[in-house]
Nanobody, 123 residues
Framework: QVHLVESGGGLVQAGDSLTLSCAAS????????VGWFRQAPGEEREFVGG????????TFADSVNGRFAISRNNEKNMVYLQMNNLKPEDTAIYFC????????????????WGQGTQVTVSS
């Protein structure tokens, strides 16, 4: 069992930056791929980006590519999502997820999920 907790969400203005954190409660954190997903009201959950077990490989959705970055610190069981040049379209609840089935853009491939943190971007 892996417990995940997101933090760092809030209300920001368009063009601002914000960094989200994901804390994991497992001694084998380096065995898990971590993905970030978001869900806006009335919309399906959307893949944002993911990072490999070692942290050497990263993948992003086209909508955030070039603006967002992901990093991880396996010694601290932490993953970070750095969001730059935020847009109103980025407004959503952001979730981190962990999986042991390798990287995927599909939410169904991840076994463990945090409760989410709200990010609101005003224009």
């Amino acid at each position: 069992q892996v417990h995940l907790v997101e933090s760092g969400g809030g209300l920001v203005q368009a063009g601002d930056s914000l960094t989200l954190s994901c804390a994991a409660s497992t001694r084998t954190f380096s065995n898990y791929v971590v993905g970030w997903f978001r869900q806006a009201p009335g919309e399906e959950r959307e893949f944002v980006g993911g990072i490999s077990e070692s942290g050497l490989s990263r993948t992003f959705a086209d909508s955030v590519n070039g603006r967002f970055a992901i990093s991880r610190n396996n010694e601290k069981n932490m993953v970070y999502l750095q969001m730059n040049n935020l847009k109103p379209e980025d407004t959503a609840i952001y979730f981190c997820a962990a999986g042991d089935n390798g990287f995927s853009r599909l939410s169904s491939k991840y076994n463990y999920w945090g409760q989410g943190t709200q990010v609101t971007v005003s224009s």
